[in-house]
DNA sequence: TGTATATGGTTGTATATACAACTAGAATTT
DNA sequence: AAATTCTAGTTGTATATACAACCATATACA
């Protein structure tokens, strides 16, 4: 049994979804509609109506049915995403610079997040990410060069830091924090940028196999940079 | 069937850990474990489990049993909260001020969401919110004086808007928009602050039995008002 | 001692069944 | 014509059962 069958019964109400076929407040198929069309008992076609439903997709209602959901879920707006991916979804240039690369010895804080003794020698790094030639996103980077030997000798004209993080390790831990607050000394200066620039999130990532951890934060945000959620009860 | 057995069962898991009886990282009953103690068919307890697992309390992995997770998830700090009870929390003291309340004749926008024709007479009041004497929400509230007499009548020295309004009638519909700009010239002025300070979260409410949409914006944000989540993978 | 193997306990998937609660519309009665 | 009742279809809850997949530990064997 490769794929469970409710997990084929979910996909393809949510495929219809996402394609347009199911439109919001249309009925999906009933639970017994789904029985008989794929062969399998009430439980099991109930299972995938009800993922659905726990996910916020479908609204299920005794005696009427189950509706493609008017409102998507809030959750779906905040996953761990990539800003290379975001910038072209919107169909903008992207691209990114390394802009300054010193060797380090790790304070207690960051030895603690790349699991290496304080003092060690660690490598930071300075990316700044543009979106149309605008900067959008600051990130300090620390590497562990006895992990990451490899990244401190890329080539990051011809990939970019992203894409060759997300070939060579799986992120393992990301945190991010959603406050408003202006942009620092630093980055305003180095990006000749004004102080009273609002920046609107700092996220936390960690990639423990490669030893590498990124702070960044997201600077200059404006519509394209909100997140929102809308719930009707 | 009063309150569904699943539900009992999965209140008295969730219970233990928000007391701290289990903490993150313990194990919680098994499926068997479950059936004997509350009597119940196995699918019973699972569903219990299941759905604390797809709320992510849970982790829960085939042949060793059911954790309490070591994180939270993001979507329980993002729920529509009321600024009173945000405050109190802190043990900080809260209270909220009128400070206009005019007649105005209501555009489309605030024709359509209150239901009423353009036109229509509404009363505007604008509430700022003030935790230890300093102001963090800026409200502007629409209300439509058919459905809402008793709201203007109010006298709110003795009780706060929030708690009237929660009192009256249920909150139908809430969007936030979570978004880093700086105070706009109209608050400035009015709370004689520095237009260079940021604000998060604007978040607009609707009660349509009462007759009310709110909108509120989030202002002079610090840690105390900051969003964040932690995944692990 | 080290390596297989067996075992018991756990969660995952799936079926068949039963009854309850709710809805809309049809059929019936008044 | 209007109000009531019935009915078919829907989701909600609950049980009993079966087998699969996975894990840690204990046991048996080499």
Redesign the interface.
């Known amino acids: 049994m490769s794929t469970p069958r409710f997990i084929i019964i979910k996909n393809f109400i949510e495929d219809k979804i996402n394609a347009g076929e199911f439109t919001p407040g249309d009925r999906v198929p009933s639970e017994n509609e789904l029985c008989q069309q794929f062969s399998v008992s009430r439980m099991t076609a109930r299972r995938a109506l009800q993922s659905l439903n ?1 996910e916020g997709l479908l609204i299920r209602t005794p005696g009427l049915g189950s509706f493609v959901a008017k409102h998507r879920p ?2 779906t707006l ?1 996953e ?1 995403r990539n800003i290379a991916d975001e910038v072209h979804e919107r169909g903008n240039s992207y691209s990114a610079k390394i802009i300054t690369m010193t060797e380090v010895e790790a304070t207690s804080q960051q030895a603690a997040m790349l699991n290496v003794a304080a003092g060690a020698i660690l490598y930071h790094s300075v990316i700044v990410h543009f979106e149309e030639e605008i900067p959008v996103q600051w990130e300090d980077r620390l590497v562990n060069p006895a992990l990451a030997a490899d990244y401190l000798l890329q080539d990051f004209n011809t990939i970019t830091p992203n894409a060759y993080l997300s070939k060579v390790a ?13 942009v620092d000394q630093t980055i305003a200066s180095k990006l000749h940028i004004d102080t ?1 620039s ?3 999130q700092i996220s936390r990532r960690t990639w423990s196999a490669a030893g590498i951890v990124s702070i960044a934060t997201l600077i200059h ?1 404006g ?1 394209r ?9």
Not at 170 to 182: C, V
Not at 225 to 233: D, P, R, T
């Open positions: 726990d809030i959750s905040l761990v799986p992120l393992t831990e990301a945190s991010h924090k959603i406050e408003a607050t202006l009273r609002p920046c609107l945000p519509d940079y909100c997140l929102g959620g809308h719930w009707k009860i």
